[in-house]
């Protein structure tokens, strides 16, 4: 039922996955048509089209789906398999919707591993219900330099988090192959930024912002997991821009927040945005949340977004 769904959801998009080819105008193809399988055959809800498609170096995928009630410390699978043209050398996180209003979760998608689906402990409720799925991200281009996995620090989680994510992690059997996208210019712009003091990541791969030129437009994105503990203000300054990625205007993405695994269930789950060009401070980014927190524990922030410059 699920992959019928599919199918007459994405005919304009195509079937099957096509080689990337520089020559040929770009076709988008629908990875779900293709080895992009959802854990224990949950279909798709039929409201929403339901496609992960690849544009160059960017993935962008958009679909409702259940989530499996199986979990190991709220981190629930979601795909059985996913297609190795979609998987990121750094790890990415999106924001997932449902209808129940204490629910705050997140999509962590892996480069070694199937995604997972991180849900806060403080909710108190495991997502049986149809949740919502959408975002974007860049397949990294390689570093200069070889790093060491993306989720530790010498070998070591930095992370509670992490450290269960990892438990499920199993390495490919065939090494992902670098992607070569010889129309876009990918330069990375992170180190470029000052970012406030309060939020220094602890590993500098879980902070990144890359403009994306394709000789007719550029692509601001941006993904980070930071992390803060104390009295924290419902307005608070996250960084100054360079003129490179500043949008000229004020744009708005969504936070999710979640707390660390061993904090005491909170649940007065905090609503949250960013500002971009904000209003008052046209050359600063904002986090802006719903209340005023006292975490004795850090409190994660994860932010995602993309936009034109």
């Not at 959801?9 to 988008?28: C, F, H, M, R």
């Not at 199937?114 to 049986?128: A, E």
């Not at 601001?220 to 608070?236: A, C, D, P, T």
């Not at 000229?248 to 971009?276: A, E």
Request: charged residues 15%; contains cysteine.
């Amino acid at each position: 039922m699920g992959k019928n769904v599919v199918q007459k959801q994405t005919e304009a998009i195509g079937d099957g996955v096509q080689q990337y080819d520089p020559s040929q105008p770009v076709s988008l193809s629908n990875y779900f048509n293709n080895n992009t399988k959802l854990e224990n055959n949950n279909t798709f809800g039929r409201l929403r089209a339901a496609y992960f498609v690849k544009e160059g170096p960017i993935c962008t995928f958009n679909f409702q789906a259940e989530v499996s009630s199986q979990h190991v410390n709220n981190v629930f699978k979601v795909f059985k398999t996913i297609d190795s043209d979609l998987q990121p050398r750094l790890a990415k996180f999106f924001p997932i919707k449902n209808s129940f209003t204490s629910f705050a979760g997140m999509i962590q998608i892996n480069g070694n591993d199937t995604p997972d689906v991180v849900v806060n402990q403080g909710s108190g409720f495991y997502p049986m219900d149809l949740c919502d799925f959408s975002g974007s991200y860049l397949i990294n281009p390689q570093p200069y330099e070889s790093n060491q996995n993306d989720m530790t620090i010498n070998g070591e989680p930095i992370s509670h988090i992490d450290s269960v994510i990892m438990q499920h992690d199993t390495l490919p059997s065939v090494p992902i192959p670098p992607s070569v996208f010889p129309q876009y210019i990918v330069t990375e712009v992170s180190r470029d930024q000052l970012l406030a003091l309060a939020y220094t990541p602890y590993d500098l791969d879980v902070f990144k912002i890359y403009i994306i030129d394709d000789t007719v437009n550029k692509l601001v994105m941006f993904n980070m997991h930071l992390r803060q503990k104390g009295f924290i203000e419902s307005r608070q300054y996250l960084l100054s821009m360079s003129e490179s990625i500043d949008p000229k205007k004020t744009l708005l993405f969504p936070i999710m927040i979640l707390y660390d695994f061993n904090t005491n269930p909170i649940q007065d789950i905090p609503s949250s945005y960013l500002t971009i060009a904000d209003i008052d401070n046209p050359a600063r980014w904002f986090i802006h949340i719903s209340s005023q927190l006292k975490a004795d524990k850090f409190v994660n922030y994860y932010i995602s977004g993309s936009y034109f410059v």
